[in-house]
């Protein structure tokens, strides 16, 4: 008996599911310290942002304690995540749910 093979969509969803499970967020935490314009400035520059969303993900952090600021793989987000550290800020990579 021939075997049954998923439907195209099945196999794109499971290969979402796949490709996500390698995906992980940078969270951006709040602080006392740093000011919007800083933090603005270092996400513009570690994490590639446009000035509106670095200003967006500030807000975000400063209003609700914490912001993912960028997603990607593991891989690439460390020297990242260590780069927002060095700076002064709060973060710490966490995988994508």
């Known amino acids: 008996m021939p075997e049954t093979q998923s439907t195209p969509t099945e196999q794109q969803e499971n290969e979402l599911l ?3 499970s390698h995906l992980f967020n940078i969270i951006l935490y709040n602080d006392d310290f740093n000011t919007f314009d ?3 400035k270092i996400l513009i520059e ?3 942002h446009t000035p ?3 200003e967006q ?3 975000i952090v400063h209003y609700s304690g914490k912001c993912p600021v960028k997603t990607g793989s593991y891989e690439d987000l460390l020297p990242r995540c260590a ?3 060095n700076s002064g800020l709060t973060a710490e990579i966490h995988p994508c749910e």
């Open 46 to 48: 570690v994490c590639e």
């Open 57 to 59: 993900c500030a807000f």
């Open 18 to 20: 796949v490709e996500k």
């Open 38 to 40: 800083y933090v603005i």
């Open 52 to 54: 509106e969303q670095a």
């Open 83 to 85: 780069k927002l550290k």
